[in-house]
């Protein structure tokens, strides 16, 4: 049976912040990421947005449509990151699962045609040896990351440092030790269940 394809998408939220600010998260993972995925025009893509979203709190005339268009002009880079993310997946030497977490750990998300795409936490290799990038589902409403890992198989947790950010990266791993991760979510509502990975460090 022939493996099925992992069609690299871009979600995102109705909200004008909300898309710039899931914008900003992008361009910050895919800049720390290896990649080689030029962001340059990306990010002033996502400036040129957010002035043109400034200005229209002035209320004068034109400056909404003048920040639909910047917008747009944002969107359509971003459709372009994404073509090169789906080309890095397709090249990608590896399982389902490493090519969803290719995509994931890099601020894209995929079509879901199965349980990988539902996981909320995710740990991939990091940018160079003795890192490890923490990957956790996004979410829309205003939240805040915790981050854990255990080198003793889960008998005690090392804190790490929460961020708003939904991807951590972690430097100083033991090479070639198998640690555990851990993530929550705290919202409004208080802090969410935990969800765990595991990685052996490169």
Same mark, same amino acid.
């Given at each position: 049976m022939a493996q099925k394809s992992v069609i690299v998408t871009i979600e995102r939220s109705e909200d004008h912040e909300n898309? /710039?600010? =899931? +914008? %900003?998260?992008?361009?910050a993972v895919l800049t720390a990421g290896g990649t080689g995925i030029p962001v340059v025009n990306y990010g002033t893509k996502i400036t040129d947005a957010q002035n043109a979203q400034t200005a229209?709190?002035?209320?004068?005339?034109?400056?909404? &449509?003048?920040?639909? +268009?910047? #917008? /747009?002009?944002?969107?359509?880079? =971003?459709?372009?990151?994404r073509g090169q993310m789906q080309v890095l997946v397709n090249n990608l030497?590896? @399982?389902?699962? &490493?090519?969803? +977490? %290719?995509? /994931? @750990?890099? *601020?894209? &998300? !995929?079509? $879901?045609? *199965?349980?990988?795409?539902?996981?909320?936490? !995710? !740990? !991939? $290799?990091?940018?160079?040896? *003795?890192? +490890?990038? %923490?990957?956790?589902?996004a979410l829309e409403?205003?939240? #805040?990351?915790?981050?854990?890992?255990? $080198?003793?198989n889960g008998v005690t947790w090392i804190y790490v440092e929460p961020s708003l950010q939904s991807t951590k990266i972690i430097s100083g791993l033991t090479v070639g030790r198998n640690i555990k991760f851990r993530h929550r979510l705290f919202t409004k509502d208080g802090p969410g269940e935990y969800h765990y990975d595991e990685l052996v460090i490169r």
């Open positions: 898309q /710039l600010q =899931e +914008a %900003l998260d992008r361009k229209v709190s002035t209320r004068a005339p034109g400056t909404a &449509q003048t920040r639909d +268009a910047k #917008f /747009l002009l944002m969107f359509e880079e =971003e459709e372009n990151l030497a590896g @399982s389902i699962d &490493q090519k969803v +977490a %290719l995509a /994931l @750990s890099n *601020g894209f &998300q !995929v079509v $879901d045609f *199965g349980t990988i795409n539902k996981q909320d936490f !995710v !740990v !991939v $290799d990091g940018p160079g040896s *003795g890192f +490890a990038k %923490l990957v956790a589902k409403e205003r939240s #805040f990351h915790e981050w854990g890992y255990s $080198d003793d």
